[in-house]
């Protein structure tokens, strides 16, 4: 979604400078064409080569600089761009941004443009906090602007605090959720499960599964880039929550029962990808079970509910099957028996598919009989294929059949 956006990147005289370094390069991995812009103070801290050098494009340090084509074209760069990024932001940059002055080619680039604007700060907590600059920040939200952190740390003076520059792959979330607002789910809140569940079978053993979370934050993000609002409901996963989309936390099947209904009644869209375990454990053993107290152990289980099937309501509905053998049929069989709109077949068995790996290869089954084969895909990938699907069935008049009986 990055792929040739101009992204004018503003870097200003922060010791957190160096790791703009590091948020040019990803952007620029991720394909953004990436304009720097350097204060006279950042260049105190990292030199413009090193930006040139990883955006491969000029870097912006002069508005007086003859041989600069911005001297001439002094507002280009603001009228080209898809966004502004200014990272790290000093307090002394915020302050001139909320004031409107342009004195620099980073704020008068600011004041010119019509794009949207993204602001990492990074500062001294005692900065972060004073009154001038909370009052600075306030201002430029109220216009619009949107604050990718501070982070809460330790400072380079020593101080504990709010004040540290975001980490990349925040500003990078903000970046891709500011570029994506009036996408073709704005508007809309979906709803995704996500993870495997753990059913407790003493205080320090459970029964789980492989299921990473990683397909359920890759449809995540991709519907938080579309333009929705997205709330997560998340097993224990083993890798990071995404940005910028509510997180609910779960232990159990049941939990994640009762979590998917609260937020099922208001949502448009719900898509269960979590590996709700099938069977728990009778009882959990309330001390942990001794091995010399048994020479064999034996633990009844009980059928889990079938979170997908009992839930009900007007949203779109979206499952996961992960099949081993008669992948279609299944698939088939499970679509109608609990009324989804669509399922996402995967065939587990398949090369570097399914679990805990980043690519998949699945079969997407509409409630119409539409059938999409894909091949193996990165899990971004099938997330977008997948909410291309839900968009065109949230516009289309029969796409959301009225389904009796909200839980
Ligand atoms: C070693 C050092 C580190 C600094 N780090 C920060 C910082 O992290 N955040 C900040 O707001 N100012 C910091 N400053 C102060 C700014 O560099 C100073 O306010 C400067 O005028 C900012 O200019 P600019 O906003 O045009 O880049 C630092 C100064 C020094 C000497």
């Known amino acids: 979604m990055l792929s040739n956006k101009r992204i004018v990147l503003g870097v200003s005289g922060s010791i957190a400078a160096y790791k703009g370094a590091d948020l040019a390069s990803k952007l620029v991995q991720s394909g953004a064409i990436v304009d720097v812009i ?6 105190e801290f990292v030199t413009p080569l090193t930006f040139r050098a990883i955006t491969h494009r000029p870097v912006v340090t002069d508005w007086y600089d003859s ?75 109220s216009r619009g602007a949107v604050f990718a952190g501070p982070g809460f740390g330790r400072m380079a003076s020593g101080l504990i605090g709010h004040g540290r520059l975001a980490e990349t792959p925040e500003i990078i979330a903000t970046v891709r959720q500011v570029l994506g607002r009036h996408g073709d789910l704005a508007g809309k809140h979906v709803v995704v499960s996500s993870g495997p569940t753990e059913e407790p079978i003493d205080p320090v053993r459970v029964i789980t599964n492989r299921s990473s979370g990683k397909m359920g934050f890759a449809i995540a993000e991709a519907a938080r880039d579309r333009g929705a609002r997205v709330t997560v409901i998340a097993g224990p996963v083993s890798v990071p ?4 989309v509510d997180i609910i936390p779960v232990h159990t099947a049941l939990e994640m029962r009762d979590a998917v209904f609260t937020a099922a009644r208001a949502c448009d869209v719900l898509i269960m990808t979590a590996a709700v375990a099938d069977y728990r454990p009778v009882t959990a053993v309330g001390r942990k079970i001794k091995k010399e107290d048994m020479a064999s152990l034996t633990i009844e289980l009980t059928k889990n509910p079938d979170i997908i ?4 309501g007007s949203f779109i509905k979206v499952g996961f099957a992960a099949e081993t053998e008669e992948l279609l049929r299944n698939a088939q069989s499970k679509l109608r028996g609990k009324e989804m709109d669509l399922i996402v077949a ?12 980043d690519t998949n290869k699945v079969t997407i089954i509409e409630r119409s009989g539409e059938i999409l084969d894909l091949p193996l895909m990165t899990k971004d990938e099938v997330a977008n294929k997948l909410l291309d699907r839900v968009a065109a069935l949230l516009t289309s008049p029969s796409g959301r059949p009225a389904k009796a009986g909200t839980p």
């Not at 350097?38 to 260049?43: L, S, V």
């Not at 507002?75 to 409107?100: M, S």
């Not at 995967?346 to 790996?357: E, I, K, L, R």
């Open 309 to 312: 099937s009992e839930v009900k």
């Open 67 to 141: 041989s600069s084509e911005l001297s001439i074209q002094h507002v280009q760069l603001a009228e080209e761009a898809d966004l502004l990024l200014v990272a790290p932001a000093t307090a002394d940059i915020i302050a001139k941004l909320a004031l409107g002055i342009a004195d620099d080619p980073l704020c008068g680039t600011a004041l010119a443009t019509r794009a949207p604007m993204v602001i990492a700060p990074a500062m001294d907590a005692n900065m972060y906090d004073n009154p001038a600059t909370a009052e600075n920040v306030a201002k430029l939200k």
């Open 241 to 244: 929550y995404p940005f910028g």
């Open 38 to 43: 350097m204060t006279k103070a950042a260049m």
């Open 346 to 357: 995967n065939d587990v068995t398949a090369p570097n598919s399914g679990f805990n790996v």
